[in-house]
Structures are given as C-alpha cells and as structure tokens.
T-cell receptor
Framework: ETGVTQSPTHLIKTRGQQVTLRCSSQSGHNTVSWYQQALGQGPQFIFQYYREEENGRGNFPPRFSGLQFPNYSSELNVNALELDDSALYLC????????????FGPGTRLTVL | GQQVMQIPQYQHVQEGEDFTTYCNSSTTLSNIQWYKQRPGGHPVFLIQLVKSGEVKKQKRLTFQFGEAKKNSSLHITATQTTDVGTYFCAGLGTGRRALTFGSGTRLQVQP
C-alpha cells in the first residue's frame, strides 16, 4: 500500500468539458507529480508541485493546470477536453530532498467521448 | 528533449526462462529508476541506480547502469508467472526535476 490516493477512479466526459482530478499524497511527502499514461505507453510527465507552486512542467498545453494545497494534496484540472485526453492520469508523491522513488497512486481513468 | 527508448516492446517466455529488457537515453542521466506495472495497476517502484556501472540485485532481478550513464538493463532469471507485467525504465536527466519514462516492455510468462 503506497498511501497515495486518487479520486475518482473512473470518469467519462464529453469533448469540450472540464475535469478536476484529485490526489492525496503519502504522509511525509511534499512533492506531487502528475503523469498522463495513454494506453500501451509509458507515463508522460505533466507537471510537478512543491510548496504549492508549479516546480516543472512537461510538454502539455496551458489547459492542463494544477494546484497543491497546504496539506500537500493536489488537483489536476483539464479544460476544453479533447478526445486525445483519454488516458490514465497518475499522481505520484515524493520527498523533494530525495530525488528517488516516486509513489504512484492507483490513477484515474478518464474517457473523453 | 530527452528521450528514453526501451526494447523489446513485448516478450513472451516460458516459465523458467530468462528475460532482459534494455533502456537507452538520448542524454546522460543523473539516475535511472525501474518500475513494474501489473495489468490494470499503477507503476510500482523497483529500484534506483545512480552510479556509473552500478549493478544491483533483488532476488532474481539484476539491474545494471551503463558506464556512460545513458543505458540500463533489467534481467530476470528463471521467470515466474508472478513476473507478468510491464517493466518501465525512467530516467532523471541532469538538472531536471521530472522522470522521463520509456515506453515499457510487456512481459508475458507462460506456465
């Protein structure tokens, strides 16, 4: 059990809608990273949050945005959903002072119709 | 940008056979990590390699980091059905904060 939780487990949206995904990080972890994993592919880095600020971003458009809260939990928001946004969205928590293992949550499966 | 290539994409072995997956980065890495993802599951951390030429073992799994810190391998000796899943390498580039994952190697083990 990693201690990282995500909600919801599954979500179905239509093109153009907006979605918010949530993540609670493992106890003692102050850094949260979000990844998008398309079917049959490896996770792709979206962005990372540390101390409530974005701390690095991958090659994703601005309609992907996030928040980190004082308790280190995090949200991923996606506006103007596109069909290609259908994927498993993974949240991973880690300790900033230890650039080693990331603990992944179970993910949210997003389907955009 | 940094790219991490992984081969093969898929391997089907008989139980008891060995298995190896290879990972190559387009740039020098600070460290490389390996994850296993079971079907329908999420990536689970296996190990991290940091030093050039490093070799680490976990029971039947042997991990290597190349001398140039641009490639790595995972070798499983005498596979078991519990080894089924997709194995990902993930590299952390020098000065970067984010892991770059390979596309994974899906291992199927036939009893």
């Amino acid at each position: 059990e990693t201690g990282v939780t995500q909600s919801p487990t599954h979500l179905i949206k239509t093109r153009g809608q907006q979605v918010t995904l949530r993540c609670s990080s493992q106890s003692g972890h102050n850094t949260v990273s979000w990844y998008q994993q398309a079917l049959g592919q490896g996770p792709q880095f979206i962005f990372q949050y540390y101390r409530e600020e974005e701390n690095g971003r991958g090659n994703f458009p601005p309609r992907f945005s996030g928040l980190q809260f004082p308790n280190y939990s995090s949200e991923l928001n996606v506006n103007a959903l596109e069909l290609d946004d259908s994927a498993l969205y993974l949240c991973a928590s880690s300790r900033r002072d230890r650039r080693d293992e990331q603990f992944f949550g179970p993910g949210t499966r997003l389907t955009v119709l | 940008g940094q790219q991490v290539m992984q081969i093969p994409q898929y391997q089907h072995v008989q139980e008891g056979e060995d298995f190896t997956t290879y990972c190559n980065s387009s740039t020098t890495l600070s460290n490389i990590q390996w994850y296993k993802q079971r079907p329908g599951g999420h990536p689970v951390f296996l190990i991290q390699l940091v030093k050039s030429g490093e070799v680490k073992k976990q029971k039947r799994l042997t991990f290597q980091f190349g001398e140039a810190k641009k490639n790595s391998s995972l070798h499983i000796t005498a596979t078991q059905t519990t080894d089924v899943g997709t194995y990902f390498c993930a590299g952390l580039g020098t000065g970067r904060r984010a892991l770059t994952f390979g596309s994974g190697t899906r291992l199927q083990v036939q009893p």
